[in-house]
């Protein structure tokens, strides 16, 4: 009877806790509506799975604060372009920017969005319970803070794990590969006429850089040194990983060459592909039955250990104001119900790829998402890589010109067009004329 009674005060404390929360969230909205009714905001974004979350979040949004929001999407290349190109222009009228991780640091170095600390300790625009700051993943967090300053809220966190057919490995009697010598020799023996082994981003240009990162680490590579300000580029482990990427390249799809994450994503999806690895954020794609034909077929694990250990890195996407936006507050306000600790699992329940601590690490949605254990296993390995001092994504504002330096050279000497030599010479000349400009 006692322990009855304690459950049934358990019940009433939740439900109650539960009333006074949503009571916020609504005080927020009313707070909202009352100042920023009939405000007009455009989101500039690229088709994604976190794009889908967010755009499932705006009726209730817009029902209940009176700003509208429209959308202008357009390709992941297209809107890393158009913003770094044109971010402070009046013309470009934007309020609010999908900002890829990578692009952050010369977002702030630009001038062209604005620094959210400051707005987010208004109680107006960012209450602390329902926004919950504290319950973002810290290193989702991390890339879009630069000198202290926060320059994108995260809304699709990533990082790159290996998913695979359990089906067709249980053909073979075969386990998650441990290393890459393991994973290479099950790309021998998947390879049909009808299915590649493997499939990932690897694409000319800084796709090519994105995926290369991760194999630069576990083969002893190295990328740049931003304390000395040099390129480390040209080195055995470099060469080693360049070496191990060629020989994956039989075990591809026609073109793989030329694969993106889309097509990636697609090959996977359609059952033409045994292996994949690549970000974390596709895989709520990969298992929704209404899009994939192989959801319920994959299973998905940390990525394999080099001769130097196991590391992969954390990318992801943002949400930031843009500097000439003439509706700073009411941005500010929506990005932050958006990625909101209060909506974030409607949003990850709408296909947006997980980036807060809570729903990361429910029971429920672990037992729901086979993939979640793996993103916290690929957590790990690139905290691993951030207690060596190094990142798949290194913090400068430089950091796109190098990589697409790194992507076009390396892409070259993947296909065989250069010798690695060759390449890794070039590539280092020119990243360390980038660091000196």
Known sequence: MKLFIKLIAIKITFLFSFQAYANAVDDWLAGLKSKYDGTELVFAMTSHPGTDGIQALVPEFTEKTGIKISFDIMGEGQLIDKTLLECQSPDLKWDVIMIAAE??????????????????????LAPSEPFGMDDYVPAYLSLFKMDDQIVALPFAGETVFLTYRKDLFDE??????KTWDEFLSHAKQLKTDDVAAVVMRI?????????????IYPFGGDMVDLETNTAQIDNAGNVASLEYLRQLLPYGPVGFE???????????????????VEASALAGEYENPDKSRTAGKLAYAPLPTGPAGAYSGVWG??????????????????????????????????????????????????????YY???????????????????AVPKTAKWFQISDVMGVYGSE?????RTIADALAQMNEQVQKILNE
Not at 342 to 350: D, T
Not at 377 to 391: E, I, M, R, V
Request: aromatic share 10%; hydrophobic share 40%; proline share 4%.
């Open 258 to 276: 030329n694969y993106h994450w889309d097509t990636s994503m697609t090959a996977i999806m359609e059952g033409k592909a045994a292996m994949s």
């Open 317 to 370: 996407w943002g949400l930031g104001v843009k500097k000439t936006s003439k509706n700073q507050e009411a941005a500010i306000a929506a990005i932050a119900y958006f990625t909101s600790k209060a909506k974030h699992q409607e949003y990850v329940n709408a296909g947006g790829p997980v980036s807060r601590t809570h729903v990361l690490a429910n029971p429920d949605n672990q037992a729901k998402h086979p």
């Open 373 to 391: 254990q793996a993103t916290l296993d690929t957590l790990d390995q690139a905290a691993a890589l951030y207690a060596k001092g190094k990142s």
């Open 203 to 215: 694409g000319r240009g800084w796709e090519f850089t994105y995926m290369w990162s991760i194999f």
């Open 413 to 417: 000497a993947f296909v065989g067009e």
């Open 103 to 124: 692009t952050s640091p010369q977002m702030l170095h630009d001038n062209c969005t604005v620094p959210l600390n400051d707005f987010l300790m208004d109680q107006t």
């Open 172 to 177: 073979k009697g075969l386990e998650a590969p």
